[in-house]
C-alpha cells in the first residue's frame, strides 16, 4: 500500500465532535459540494496520515442510527450500505462521543455488524471524566473488536495515533471485525440466506437492511420483485425486525458498558451546563440574555471591523489616485482605475466584517449556546406556524440563505418546512452586509453612548431585528394559506458548553472570506467591467452631441478652477447619456416614490446577481462620473440631485436599507428554493411577495422620515 491514497468516510451521531475531528485531520484543504442527485452538503477534505499514505476523508452527515428518516439520514446510509455509486469508502472513521457513550454505541455496533473495516475516534474525554466517567478503552476495543483513539481535536491531542492507525488499518489490507456485535442471523435466518444467495458479500445486518429498505436503493427492477419475494416467502416482518434488533443491541450496550465504564451515582450534584442552562435557558433571564447576546454581536461587528475597512478604503484611494497620476488618459486606463481597481475596492472592503459575523456565529456553535436559541424559540415559533428546528435555519440565513434553505431538511413536517423556506431569505445574509454598512455611515452618526455603545451598532441591529419580526408576521399569514396538515414534534439534544475551539473559528473565517471573494467577487468585478462599459459609452447621437457641447465650452474656459468645475459637468452629463444613464432614467419614474436617483435604479437591476454589488456598481458609478482617488464613501456623501440636494439623505438611506432588507434579489436563493419544493410555484410566490413587501415597507419609511 505504499504511496497510496484512499477514501475514509466519517461518520457518527450528531454533537459528537465529528466536525472537530474533520477539521483536525484536514485543516484547510476542504471543499464543500453537493452529494450527486441531492442539496446536501458534501464535504471532503486531504490528509496526509504518513510520509506513504495520503487520504480523501468525506464528511458524512450526522445520525444516530442506521434507520433514516431525514435527506440528511439517507445520503449517510445509502454511502454506508454500499448502494451509492459515486462514493465506495474503503474505511469507516466513526466518532463516538464519551460522555454519552450508551446512545452511541448503537450507531458504533451497527457500523460494526456491516463489516467495515473500522477506526473509532474516542472524543469529549474530558466532558466524561468531569461526569465522573471512566472508561476501560482496551477492554472495549476487545468487545468491540475495533481500534479505539481517545482524541481531543478542540487541542489537537490524539490526533497525531488517530491517523497512525488509520494508516495501519490500511497496511494491514482494511481487516473488519471478525464477529458481530448480536447474533443477526437469528433475527431472520431463512430471508438473509435468501438475499445472500444472490449478494453473498453482503454481511447478514447488511442483508437485513435489504429486505428493510430495497425499495430506496438502485437495483434492477427484477432484483426488486426477488427480494420482495423473500420477504412474502419468510413473512418477514421489518418492524418487529427493527424493534427486537435495537433491543437486543441495548442489552448488549447495557453489559459492555457494566465490564468497562464506571458511571458515577446519579443523584451526584448537577454538572456546569446544568447550572447554566438555569440561567440561559429561563424564562425570563433567558430572553433578556439572549437580546444582549445578539445586540453584542451586531455592535461588534462595527466596533471589531472599522480598523481594516479603514485601512483597506485608504490603501485603494491611494492606489487609484498613483494609478492617475501615472497612466495615461486611454480608455484601458480608465477601465482599469474605474473599473477593475473600483470594483475590487467593492469587494475587499467587507471582508473584515464579513470574517467577524461568521467568527462570532461558529463561537455560538462551538459554545452550544446556538442550540439554546432553537430551544427558547420554539415556542414562538409555533405560534406562527413554524417550530423550533426552523430557527437554525433561519439564523444561518443571516450567513446565507442558500444552504440556510437546504439545512431546512431537518425539519420532518412538510408544512413547517415550507414555510421556513418562504421567510428564510427575509434574514439579513452576509450579501446585505455591505450595503448596510455603507448606507449606514453615510447618514447615522457616529456616536457611543456611554462610551461603548455604537449608535451605527444599534441601526444595524434593528434592521437585523426587523427582518426577523416581518419573517415572524409573513410566517403567521401564510400558515392559514398553505392547507397541509401534518402533526409536528420538536426533539432537541442539548450539547453541553464547551470552550469555542478557536482554530475551527479561524478556519471557518477564512472559508467564508475566500468564498465571498471567489464567489460574491468574480460577480462583482464581472459586472463592474460590465458598468463601465455601459457607464462610458452610448448612443453615438448623444455622446456626439455632449462632445460637441464641452469642446465648444473648454475653450473658453480660462481658470483652473473653471476647468475642474467643466470636467465634472462633463462627466456627469456623458454618464447621463450613456446606455447605463437612458435605463436608469428610465426606471427612474417606479423608484422616485421610495427616494431613490436612477443611479440607485440601476443598483437595484444589478443586485439581483448578488446583492453586494450593489456596493460595487456604486463604486463604478461614482469612479466614472468622479474620477478622483476619494473613496466610494466620499463619493456618496458628494451626490447630488439635479436641483442641487443630496442623494443620500436619512429618509432615502432608510428606505434603500429596508428595501434590501426585504427584495428577493437573489437568482441563486430562488434556483435553490425551487429544487427544494420541486417547482417554480413557491419561487414565484416568494420573488412577488418579497418584492412587494419591499416596495410598500420602502415607500412608508421614506415617507414617514
Not at 457607464?535 to 483652473?560: C, D, F, I, N
Request: contains cysteine; glycine residues 6%.
Amino acid at each position: 500500500m505504499a504511496g497510496s491514497s484512499f477514501h475514509i468516510a466519517l461518520v457518527g451521531n450528531p454533537n459528537s465532535g465529528k466536525t472537530s475531528v474533520f477539521n483536525s485531520l484536514t485543516g484547510l484543504n476542504q471543499k464543500v459540494g453537493n452529494f450527486p442527485g441531492v442539496t446536501v452538503d458534501k464535504k471532503t477534505g486531504f490528509c496526509q496520515l504518513d510520509h506513504n499514505t495520503s487520504s480523501t476523508i468525506i464528511d458524512l452527515p450526522g445520525t444516530y442510527s442506521l434507520y433514516p428518516r431525514r435527506t440528511d439520514e439517507w445520503v449517510a446510509y445509502k454511502v454506508l450500505m454500499g448502494t451509492d455509486e459515486e462514493l465506495k469508502p474503503d474505511l469507516i472513521l466513526l466518532v463516538s462521543d464519551a460522555s454519552n457513550l450508551k446512545r452511541n454505541l448503537l450507531f458504533c455496533s451497527q457500523i460494526i455488524d456491516l463489516k467495515y473495516p473500522i477506526v473509532v475516534a474516542l472524543t469529549m474525554m474530558d466532558i466524561a471524566r468531569k461526569k465522573g466517567i471512566e472508561i476501560d478503552i482496551a477492554g472495549l476495543e476487545r468487545e468491540l473488536g475495533v481500534p479505539i483513539v481517545p482524541v481531543n481535536p478542540r487541542r489537537n491531542k490524539g490526533i497525531g495515533q488517530l491517523k497512525r492507525m488509520l494508516a495501519q488499518t490500511v497496511r494491514h489490507h482494511f481487516v473488519a471485525p471478525q464477529w458481530d456485535f448480536i447474533p443477526n442471523k437469528n433475527l431472520a435466518a431463512e430471508a438473509i440466506n435468501g438475499v445472500k444467495e444472490w449478494y453473498p458479500k453482503l454481511s447478514d445486518y447488511a442483508a437485513i437492511h435489504y429486505l428493510i429498505n430495497h425499495e430506496n436503493f438502485p437495483l434492477p427492477d427484477k432484483m426488486q420483485d426477488t427480494i420482495e419475494q423473500i420477504e412474502v416467502n419468510n413473512k418477514f416482518n421489518p418492524t418487529k425486525t427493527q424493534a427486537e434488533e435495537i433491543m437486543q443491541r441495548y442489552n448488549r450496550i447495557k453489559q459492555l458498558m457494566h465490564q468497562n465504564v464506571v458511571e458515577p451515582d446519579p443523584l451526584q450534584r448537577k454538572l456546569f451546563t446544568e447550572h447554566l442552562d438555569n440561567i440561559f435557558l429561563h424564562r425570563f433571564w433567558g430572553y433578556v440574555i439572549l437580546l444582549v447576546v445578539l445586540f453584542i454581536l451586531f455592535q461588534s461587528i462595527f466596533w471589531l471591523a472599522q480598523y481594516p475597512m479603514n485601512a483597506i478604503d485608504w490603501s485603494f484611494s491611494q492606489i487609484t489616485g498613483w494609478l492617475n497620476a501615472i497612466l495615461p488618459q486611454a480608455w484601458w486606463s480608465d477601465l482599469l482605475v474605474n473599473g477593475l481597481i473600483a470594483g475590487l475596492n467593492g469587494i475587499l472592503v467587507f471582508v473584515p466584517q464579513i470574517m467577524i459575523l461568521f467568527g462570532l456565529i461558529t463561537i455560538l456553535e462551538d459554545t452550544g449556546y446556538m442550540a439554546r436559541i432553537s430551544f427558547l424559540s420554539d415556542k414562538l415559533m409555533r405560534k406562527v406556524g413554524l417550530n423550533g428546528k426552523s430557527v437554525m435555519p433561519m439564523i444561518s440565513g443571516f450567513a446565507c440563505a442558500v444552504p440556510a434553505i437546504m439545512s431546512a431538511r431537518s425539519i420532518e413536517n412538510k408544512k413547517e418546512r415550507l414555510l421556513t423556506i418562504m421567510v428564510t431569505p427575509l434574514m439579513s445574509c452576509s450579501a446585505r452586509l455591505p450595503v448596510f454598512t455603507i448606507l449606514i455611515a453615510l447618514v447615522v452618526p457616529d456616536k457611543y453612548y456611554w462610551g461603548f455603545l455604537s449608535l451605527q451598532g444599534i441601526v444595524m441591529m434593528g434592521l437585523y431585528l426587523l427582518g426577523v419580526i416581518m419573517a415572524l408576521i409573513v410566517s403567521s399569514v401564510l400558515k392559514l394559506i398553505v392547507k397541509l396538515k401534518e402533526k409536528s414534534f420538536f426533539i432537541l439534544e442539548l450539547p453541553v458548553y464547551r470552550s469555542p475551539r478557536w482554530k475551527n473559528v479561524g478556519i471557518t473565517m477564512i472559508e467564508k472570506a475566500k468564498i465571498f471573494v471567489t464567489d460574491a467577487g468574480r460577480v462583482i468585478i464581472m459586472i463592474s467591467l460590465l458598468l463601465w462599459f455601459l457607464s462610458s459609452y452610448g448612443p453615438k447621437s448623444r455622446t456626439s452631441m455632449v462632445e460637441k457641447k464641452y469642446a465648444a465650452l473648454r475653450q473658453q474656459a480660462t481658470t483652473q478652477k473653471q476647468k475642474l468645475v467643466l470636467t465634472k459637468q462633463y462627466n456627469s452629463e456623458k454618464l447621463l447619456n450613456s446606455y447605463a444613464g437612458i435605463l436608469g432614467q428610465t426606471i427612474e419614474p417606479v423608484i422616485k416614490p421610495l427616494g431613490y436617483d436612477w443611479k440607485i435604479g440601476i443598483a437595484l437591476i444589478t443586485s439581483f446577481a448578488a446583492r453586494e454589488v450593489f456596493v460595487g456598481t456604486m463604486a463604478t458609478l461614482y469612479s466614472v462620473e468622479e474620477n478622483d482617488n476619494s473613496t466610494l464613501r466620499q463619493k456618496m456623501q458628494k451626490a447630488v440631485r439635479e436641483d442641487g440636494s443630496k442623494v443620500y439623505t436619512l429618509p432615502t438611506a432608510l428606505s434603500l436599507m429596508v428595501f434590501y432588507l426585504l427584495a428577493m434579489q437573489c437568482m441563486s436563493t430562488l434556483a435553490v428554493v425551487k429544487r427544494e419544493t420541486r417547482g417554480w410555484k413557491w419561487p414565484a410566490i416568494q420573488l412577488a411577495y418579497m418584492t412587494s413587501l419591499a416596495y410598500i415597507m420602502s415607500f412608508i419609511v421614506f415617507h414617514i422620515f
